[in-house]
């Protein structure tokens, strides 16, 4: 094997060191909220390790470790999203400390009550838990809120070509209605005593799971449409950089107009993804046995995805695309 050219270690280094520092200039509470996710992940793994704990049929560690990994790469996102706007907003500084604020919060309330072997969300069983998911509750509409701000703040501003222009925008969007449909779960019967709100749908909480994200295998579960929607932020954007770096392979993709028609193809499909998952969870069915008619629709956004390809790169179209 050839032995890398002397000095190419220290400039990979170097490159590491200067990117890292102009990442946390882009927006320093939301990049430190990330850090400091990462290495809560950490103490999460380390707790699986040595703290044996269950709660509700899963490893009492297990939430705060998904929450944490969650929240660093949420934090990060917008921290380099707003570091896109050509010239400094105040406002927008606010809302992103806002978010930041408002997660540290939640986390704070979720790994106190993992010390104290006690459920975080739903908790009604004392005044205390009673007291503490009210102040999670709280904390998630208040980095809601700051969450519609700042995409408000952002959407009418040039940030990137315009497929990014386009993956960016209907990446909030999808990412704030995935928000908001954390709340399908609050007062769904949970089956446990104490408990005012459950993701289960159809089945007892508690009951047997995916491995790692521990989705029902049993019945239905809400939390997958709100993680799916949710990471529309970072997905739709990654598809639009992916575009990009391909079109030197692909002369057809050097039209900008193809590449915004399959982000606005690929965010339609990302949305009829949200919407059927959803739809699939309510009806108490697990990801993995849909039925007749969940693969039925699912068929159907398949189709209409392909479709939608296929007219946006049809060769010599030249159809306008949004500005």
């Known amino acids: 094997m050839l032995a890398p050219p002397p000095g190419r270690p ?42 044996h704990r269950e709660l509700v049929g899963a490893p009492i560690w297990l939430k705060p470790l998904k929450f944490s990994v969650s929240l660093a790469v949420y934090g990060m996102t917008w921290a380099w999203l707003m570091s896109l706007r050509p010239r400094p907003s105040r406002l927008l500084w ?50 809601w809120v700051a969450t519609l701000v700042a995409a408000l703040l952002l959407a009418f501003r040039r940030l ?46 508690g009951g047997p799971g995916m491995p790692i994200t521990g989705w029902s295998t049993a019945g239905g579960d809400l939390r997958i449409p709100h993680f799916v929607g949710m990471h529309a932020l970072q997905l739709l954007p990654l598809l639009a950089l992916g575009l990009r ?33 959803t739809w699939q969870a309510l009806r108490g069915q697990p990801l993995l046995g849909p039925d007749g008619a969940t693969l039925a629709a699912a068929g159907l956004l398949l189709a209409a995805t392909v479709a939608g390809v296929r007219w946006s790169t049809r060769p010599g179209r030249r159809t306008a695309v949004p500005t």
Do not use: K
């Open 10 to 51: 220290r400039t990979l280094a170097v490159r590491g060191a200067t990117a890292l520092r102009e990442a946390m200039s882009w927006h320093r509470p939301l990049m430190l909220l990330s850090a400091a996710m990462a290495a809560l992940a950490v103490v999460c793994v380390v707790g699986l390790v040595v703290d």
């Open 94 to 143: 606010w809302a992103g400390t806002v978010i930041a604020v408002a997660a540290v919060v939640e986390m704070l309330v979720l790994v106190g009550q993992v010390v104290r072997g006690r459920a975080s969300h739903f908790n009604t069983a004392t005044p205390l838990d009673a007291t503490l998911f009210s102040l999670m509750g709280l904390t998630i509409m208040v980095l």
């Open 160 to 205: 990137a070509d315009r497929p990014g222009q386009w993956a960016i925008r209907c990446g909030m969007v999808i990412s704030l209605v995935g928000l908001a449909l954390g709340g399908l779960m609050i007062g769904n019967p949970s089956g446990i005593e104490g408990l005012s709100g459950a993701h289960s749908v159809g089945v007892p909480g």
């Open 245 to 277: 770096a391909a079109a030197g392979r692909l002369p057809l993709l050097d039209q900008e107009a193809v590449r915004t028609r399959l982000v606005l193809v690929a965010s339609g499909a990302y949305a009829g993804l949200t919407a059927l998952v």
